[in-house]
């Protein structure tokens, strides 16, 4: 086979929970074109390479031009870039019945050709898409052109933390055009294949079932489930499947049930076999649920001592260099004793999933809807965007909750709000849904605050508030535009706070006049220690609350409040901190 996987950037299988066993990766090297008039389509880039060739470079996908990485390393704004890649296709390839073309993602309107015939469109810069290209592809040499419509600044598309002016400015960085995730081929010997499953556990009564579509019905065609733990079967089924969508339940003995938990990654491995498709896969079985003021993980009340996760990397901006960097974030958050993370403004890979479902550190997904105008264009193609993720990443048990927005305001429709809350309790009843972190709240499982108060004793006084029914705190005030019961009767998280500024280069920094944090820097680390130890405690200490999110994970760029270096080196001592954040929460008790 040629083009093997060895040798490229990131090699690996992008999405384990969906996994087929004949794929190619096309990640590496492809031309690449700016078309700042994008007029390409006119002058005939898909098929006239010599046009084409004129003055284009080469890109090191999935890395976008404006990373290091990619090999281009170009800042400024394109909203127009062309990609090709040729591809050799043995005649055992072209023997299948079907070829998909996956894009992790690609930011943010891509069309894309094969051997200059049109396969389709998608629209959105953080979701994954895939084309059956079967009809397109042919024994021999084959090329992939696609074209990429990323308009940051128009208003009507999000961008979560893209800045949108030419240099990254407070909390808003570098930009992501183009592919950013893996590509990759997958070959099935059958006239059709699984599109779709969700998986359904219950902890309460052992059992497992499994919600399949299809390309399209065949006759004559079974669904074959098999559940292993640690490679020994524990349960099998098998059905009539000749529909368009397939329903089976599996029951696991209770002597093999094993809980999904944080910090425990118990996880089953699935297969399920269709006609000629087999696909890998795993679950995990665990329960969440709202008791009052309390959010339940089977069963059990749990403080979530959760870290603001932006996902920028310093040399693949969106893209992680590697899969063992992805791994790495998570690993860095557990050591400082945290249990789980707010992914903060984007929608994270498969992959990242993944290692939290592995190692049982939990996450609320959150979609980038900074940068839009809010019209009715816009929100269309954010609520698109938004449930293909929500969709996609819906059998990760490690996420526990679901945020589309992030800060919105008074002056967005309220109906907004609302609509994007209940299409997100539509698509997964299971999970907490917020419909607006911070500031603003319209239809929520969970009211949430952002503080970044820097003396952790008005901080505490702040909080307190919830404990005391006649209170008159800011808290209450119209800032929310809730009524106190209402409040008081929801599961409270303070969902970003702290951010306190802290690096010790600063000062010689060139880029120390731009440098930020929230609040002023204290004056030595011990100072850091004690403001960091009382803001945290002020939340465990409080009954009435029942998770934390720190500001954040790493530096990005100009921001420098991170508990990391942008780089990953460490800045504190994270035994500390540590000691720090895994002191009993009152809830727990």
């Known amino acids: 086979m040629h083009d093997k996987n060895k040798d490229i950037p990131r090699p690996e299988f992008p999405n384990p929970q969906f996994e087929r066993k004949n794929w190619r990766n096309l990640n590496g090297k492809w031309r690449f074109k700016f078309d700042y008039g994008n007029s390409g389509e006119d002058r005939d880039f898909v098929n006239d390479d010599e046009i084409f060739n004129r003055d284009s470079l080469e890109i090191n996908v999935p890395f976008t031009y404006e990373s290091e990485l990619s090999g281009i390393n170009i800042k400024d704004f394109c909203n ?33 050709w094969v051997n200059g015939r049109y396969a389709g469109f998608h629209r959105g810069g953080m979701s994954s898409f895939c084309f059956n290209i079967s009809e397109y592809i042919i024994p021999g040499e084959n090329k992939i052109t696609v074209k990429v419509s990323d308009d940051v600044r128009g208003g009507k598309q999000p961008g979560g933390k893209q800045s949108v002016g030419y240099f990254s400015q407070t909390c808003h960085y570098t930009r992501t055009t183009g592919i950013w995730q893996t590509v990759w081929l997958e070959y099935i010997p059958f006239e059709s294949y699984i ?78 076999i269709y006609g000629g498709d087999k696909i890998n896969s795993y679950f995990g079985m665990r329960d969440i649920k709202i008791d009052g003021n309390k959010v339940l993980i089977n069963n059990k009340s749990v403080f979530q001592r959760l870290v603001l996760d932006q996902g920028f990397y310093p040399d693949g901006t969106w893209t992680a260099p590697t899969a063992e960097d992805l791994k790495n974030d998570i690993l860095i958050s557990l050591e400082a004793g945290f249990n789980g993370a707010r992914l903060h403004q984007k929608i994270f890979e498969p992959l990242f999933h993944y290692y939290a479902d592995t190692l049982g550190y939990i996450t609320w997904g959150e979609h980038g809807n900074w940068g839009m105008d809010y019209s009715g264009e816009s929100y269309m193609n954010f609520t698109c965007e938004w449930l293909e993720a929500v969709n996609r990443d819906f059998n990760h048990p490690s996420i526990v909750g679901w945020c589309p927005h992030n800060e ?4 967005q429709r309220r109906d907004d709000l609302a609509y994007i809350y209940r299409l997100t309790k539509l698509t997964d009843p299971s999970r907490p849904v917020i419909d607006a972190s911070g500031y603003v709240h319209v239809e929520t499982d969970i009211f949430d605050a952002h503080d970044y108060d820097q003396n952790p004793e008005s901080f505490k006084r702040r909080y307190d508030a919830l404990l005391d029914s006649t209170n008159t705190s800011e808290i209450f005030q119209n800032d929310n535009r809730w009524e106190r019961e209402k409040i008081m009767s929801l599961p409270y998280f303070v969902s970003e706070f702290g951010g306190t500024w802290w690096h010790e280069e600063s000062a010689e920094s060139e880029n120390h006049t731009q440098s930020w944090g929230y609040g002023k820097a204290p004056e030595d680390i011990e100072k850091f220690y004690e403001r960091f130890e009382g803001l945290v405690s002020a939340l465990l200490d409080n009954p009435a609350i029942f998770a934390l999110c720190y500001t954040q994970l790493t530096d990005v760029e100009q921001e420098q409040n991170g508990i990391v270096y942008y780089d990953r080196r460490k800045k504190f001592d994270m035994a500390r901190l540590r000691r720090i954040l895994t002191k009993k929460a009152a809830i727990e008790l």
């Open 195 to 272: 599109k779709d499953f969700k998986i359904y556990t219950d902890i309460y009564n052992s059992s497992v079932s499994i919600n399949a579509s299809f390309a399209k019905a065949v006759d004559n065609t079974d669904l074959s489930v098999k559940i292993l733990y640690e490679n020994k079967i524990i349960a099998e089924k098998t059905i009539k499947a000749p529909g368009i969508s397939a329903n089976i339940s599996l029951d696991i003995p209770k002597e093999d049930l094993r809980l999904w938990d944080i910090g425990k990654g118990e996880l089953y491995s699935l297969e399920l």
């Open 408 to 411: 919105t305001h008074w002056g």
């Open 80 to 112: 127009c870039v062309w990609y090709k890649k040729s591809f050799y296709a043995e005649e055992t390839q072209n023997n299948n019945n079907i070829v998909l073309l996956h894009f992790g993602a690609v930011d943010y309107h891509a069309k894309v």
